[in-house]
């Protein structure tokens, strides 16, 4: 069973006994509950800390940051594959419905990881579907079989490469599938936005440039990517108390999109990555920011503006 079915089951049972609840203890509590919920939305409280955010559509969508890693994952692969962004939103309210962007391992019968693969049904062995890089190749080398999925409806084109028996319940994960697509297919410039604790570590660019070529495999080996170290202070547009005096400077060979797939992918990698600060084209994340300024990238003079600049903890 999908986790968003199970997930509904449980919201039924809770319901069922809530109306068991005096009416006025339910209209009492609710209002203290929904009176905290938008209190927590509107005032960034330590609810938002560790979260992400992506805006669009009149909307946005608010994910864990262990969710926003795994949907950027997903979205690089499609990148990688030079796929539209179309697959991965199809990807992502795909993984959304089936495991919440977790990598879990347990599911209905044998299926694991993001997408609920089975093992059973020749998705791959179990170790493989557990790999998340595996496990989103699998499913886009099954999307690119069916040549309409480009313009098909998102909720049907899932339900063929899945064979979910709750065929409806991809479209309820569309819209923030389209959202986290647009950001991290670089379609919509500086979207993502991360609230994150400080990092209180040293980090090493290294390990983000690993993660480069693991989730962009060919782009890096084709050169369609350059990963290269240089001073921070040469190559950011400023450097922020508790970075690193190194930068990992990402060359998107002159490409806008991928810049903007790769400056949305590295602040996606933060929490993971000890990432403080990435730039790309007089714009800026800056994980200290906070209040209204945390609302948006903000802006910056200097540094190499053509190519993504990320900085990570230091000493």
Same mark, same amino acid.
Request: some cysteine; hydrophobic content about 40%.
């Given at each position: ?39 927590? $939305?509107? %005032?960034?409280?330590?609810?938002? *800390? &560790?979260?992400?955010? #992506? =805006?669009? @559509? ?109 065929? $409806?319940? %991809?479209?309820?994960?569309?819209? *923030? &599938?389209?959202?986290? #697509? =647009?950001? @991290? ?39 369609r990517i350059t990963a290269s170290l240089d001073s921070a202070a040469g190559a950011a547009p400023q450097v922020p108390e508790g970075a690193g005096a190194t930068a990992l400077v990402l060359d998107p060979g002159g490409d806008e999109t991928l810049g903007w797939s790769l400056a949305n992918w590295a602040v996606a990698r933060a929490a993971d990555d000890g990432v403080v600060q990435v730039s790309y084209r007089g714009r800026v994340w ?24 990320? @900085?990570?903890?230091?000493?």
């Amino acid at each position: 069973m999908a986790a968003g079915s199970r997930a509904r089951g449980r919201a039924r049972g809770r319901v069922g006994r809530h109306l068991a609840v005096p009416l006025v203890m339910v209209l009492v509590f609710g209002g203290i509950a929904g009176g905290s919920y938008l209190a927590l $939305e509107r %005032y960034g409280s330590p609810a938002h *800390e &560790g979260t992400c955010v #992506a =805006s669009g @559509l009149g909307t946005s969508h608010r994910y864990t940051t262990d969710r926003v890693a795994n949907a950027a994952l997903i979205s690089a692969t499609a990148v990688d594959r030079g796929m539209p962004p179309r697959a991965a939103s199809i990807a992502l309210a795909t993984a959304y419905q089936e495991s919440q962007l977790q990598n879990i391992d347990y599911g209905d019968r044998d299926s694991l990881g993001l997408f609920q693969q089975r093992p059973s049904q020749g998705w791959g062995t179990e170790e493989q579907i557990m790999d998340p890089v595996y496990a989103s190749n699998a499913f886009f080398d099954v999307l690119e079989t069916y040549p309409d999925y480009i313009s098909a409806d998102i909720n049907d084109i899932a339900q063929q490469v899945q064979r979910s028996g709750h065929p $409806e319940a %991809y479209r309820d994960h569309e819209t *923030e &599938g389209r959202l986290y #697509a =647009s950001a @991290l297919t670089g379609q919509s410039g500086a979207n993502l936005l991360c609230t994150l604790d400080e990092v209180g570590a040293t980090a090493s660019p290294e390990q983000l440039r690993g993660e480069l070529a693991r989730q962009f495999p060919r782009a890096t080996e084709s050169g369609r990517i350059t990963a290269s170290l240089d001073s921070a202070a040469g190559a950011a547009p400023q450097v922020p108390e508790g970075a690193g005096a190194t930068a990992l400077v990402l060359d998107p060979g002159g490409d806008e999109t991928l810049g903007w797939s790769l400056a949305n992918w590295a602040v996606a990698r933060a929490a993971d990555d000890g990432v403080v600060q990435v730039s790309y084209r007089g714009r800026v994340w800056d994980r200290t920011a906070h209040g209204e300024e945390a609302g948006a990238w903000g802006s910056a003079e200097g540094g190499d503006p053509e190519r993504v600049v990320v @900085l990570v903890s230091g000493r």
